[in-house]
């Protein structure tokens, strides 16, 4: 007979860089369940001296739902040792550290206080910045195969997140309700080796990735809990994600937003 998947087992398995063993582990089938181990891991790392410096949002791409099976948003907590905070717009990454790493091209805000509530103008008003970011997402599940349930509980999948050129969000719009209309018009192109593979605009995530954002207030807010002023949060896959190989380069493009494009090495 197959054994739970909990956090204590989930964790090893992370970090050690090996995927779940179907045959000893049975599935996780519920959000309650999931929550309870992915809660589990977060004290964990906590405990060993890590800290969570904010969230990453998952599944807010709904063109990208049926490719997974998962047809809403999940959500996870973020660290200092996940986050890089990029000096420019390059950056180099070993592959070897994740699971079948995959690559999403996102949008990066942070925090100067909680929002009063879930309202777009609420959450518009808390932003200290926006930048474009990388998040590397990674699968300790074969074939990236999982229920809902098990994306959540596994970190909602985070691996890392590199984030570009930090802009103040007085620079970017002159209000929430210009801001709101810039992040849901951009659009972005995602290229590898120099060939176009994806593109998609800010209206994929959620409408826009402040009303993704808006979603994770009211996510947290529901269970009493509250974004904390300095808060990193990645808001969703701009496109699909894309499988990570040695030796690839990466690039983005931006258009309507005033961020720059992203350069990914994968280091051979």
Do not use: C
């Not at 906590?46 to 791409?61: C, D, H, L, S």
């Not at 995959?102 to 949008?107: D, Y």
């Not at 997402?137 to 349930?149: E, G, I, L, N, Y």
């Not at 998609?200 to 996510?219: E, I, K, M, T």
């Amino acid at each position: 007979m197959n054994k739970p998947l909990n956090s204590e087992d989930l964790l090893a398995i992370l970090d050690e860089h090996r995927l779940v063993d179907r045959f000893e582990f049975d599935q996780i089938l519920d959000l309650p369940t999931a929550e309870v181990v992915q809660a589990g891991i977060v004290a964990a790392r906590i405990a060993r001296g890590e800290r969570q410096v904010g969230y990453k949002i998952g599944f807010t791409n709904r063109t990208i739902w049926p490719l997974y099976g998962v047809y809403e948003p999940i959500w996870g907590p973020i660290y200092d040792t996940t986050v890089i905070l990029l000096d420019g717009i390059e950056a180099e990454l070993d592959p070897t550290r994740f699971i079948l790493p995959r690559l999403e091209p996102e949008i990066v805000f942070a925090v100067r206080s909680a929002p009063a509530s879930a309202e777009l103008k609420d959450v518009a008003v808390a932003l200290d910045w926006a930048a474009h970011g990388f998040e590397i997402v990674q699968s300790p599940f074969a074939d990236w195969r999982f229920t809902a349930a098990e994306s959540f509980a596994a970190q909602s999948l985070h691996g890392a997140l590199l984030v570009g050129p930090r802009v103040p969000i007085g620079q970017m719009a002159d209000g929430p309700e210009q801001l709101a209309g810039l992040l849901s018009r951009f659009s972005i192109e995602l290229s590898q080796d120099g060939e176009l593979v994806a593109s998609g605009r800010g209206s994929d995530v959620l409408d826009s990735p402040l009303h993704a954002l808006s979603h994770l207030v009211r996510q947290l807010g529901n269970r009493a809990l509250a974004l904390n002023p300095g808060d990193i949060i990645t808001t969703g896959a701009l496109t699909d994600a894309q499988p990570l190989a040695s030796g690839q380069q990466w690039h983005t493009r931006l258009e309507g937003l005033g961020l720059a494009g992203l350069t990914l090495k994968v280091a051979s």
